[in-house]
């Protein structure tokens, strides 16, 4: 059973960036695809950013691509999303979960087993 822990959410201006990281524990990390999400009040989970196993594939929202960044460091059982250029609209809690298996990573909410409880981003002036 995998747990995972998202830190590094808060309160930033519009255009300015913010840095996520997602601890995991209690299995093997390396052999799971990682993905970052949000929600937003009133509005669906969407897919934000996920990244395969082995780090050699990455998939965007259409939204985030250019702005957002996804990197996994699996000697510290940590993924990270570095957002740059934040707009109100990125305004959610954003939610890291985990699936196991080695393809390509997927942005599809019903795919992920594991989930943490989230963190609050807040993009206002």
């Known amino acids: 059973q995998l747990q995972l822990v998202e830190s590094g959410g808060g309160l930033v201006q519009p255009g300015g960036s913010l840095r996520l990281s997602c601890a995991a524990s209690g299995s093997t990390f390396d052999y799971y695809t990682i993905g970052w999400f949000r929600q937003a009040p009133g509005k669906e989970r969407e897919g934000v950013s996920c990244i395969s196993s082995n780090s050699g594939s990455t998939n965007y929202a259409d939204s985030v691509k250019g702005r957002f960044t996804m990197s996994r460091d699996n000697a510290k059982n940590t993924v990270y999303l570095q957002m740059n250029s934040l707009k109100p609209e990125d305004t959610a809690v954003y939610y890291c979960?985990?699936?196991?298996?080695?393809?390509?990573?997927?942005?599809?909410?019903?795919?992920?087993?594991?989930w943490g409880q989230g963190t609050q981003v807040t993009v206002s002036s």
């Open positions: 979960a985990a699936h196991y298996g080695l393809g390509y990573p997927s942005l599809l909410t019903y795919e992920y087993d594991y």
